[in-house]
């Protein structure tokens, strides 16, 4: 199993920046590819950013690309996402989630294991 843990999440005002972190147990790192996504009250959870187990390549969905950066720390078993120019619409809750396997990077389906979330506000 992996467990996952956020942290980061808060409330800021429009064009703010906000790190969210997901501190990762119970496999080795390099085991894993891992992903964030976001959810919506009532809605399905969006990808928002993934990167692969090597730390090779990196994923973004198309409303956060060139805000936001994902990288992960290998000594940390850490990923973070890096939120820039923050709207309105980037509020949601944060999860991050772990990937065993070899499959799509961008489909909450594909993904194993899961963090309990991080609340980010954005307020105009």
């Known amino acids: 199993q992996v467990q996952l843990v956020e942290s980061g999440g808060g409330s800021v005002q429009t064009g703010d920046s906000l790190r969210l972190s997901c501190v990762t147990s119970?496999?080795?790192?390099?085991?894993?590819?891992v992903g964030w996504f976001r959810q919506h009250p009532g809605n399905e959870r969006d990808f928002v950013a993934a990167i692969t187990r090597s730390g090779g390549t990196t994923y973004y969905g198309d409303s956060v690309k060139g805000r936001f950066t994902i990288s992960r720390d290998n000594a940390k078993s850490t990923v973070y996402l890096q939120m820039n120019s923050l709207k309105p619409d980037d509020t949601a809750v944060y999860y991050c989630?772990?990937?065993?396997?070899?499959?799509?990077?961008?489909?909450?389906?594909?993904?194993?294991?899961w963090g309990q979330g991080t609340q980010v506000t954005v307020s105009s």
């Open positions: 989630a772990a990937q065993l396997g070899r499959r799509v990077l961008d489909d909450y389906i594909s993904y194993d294991y």
């Open positions: 119970g496999r080795p790192f390099s085991t894993y590819d």
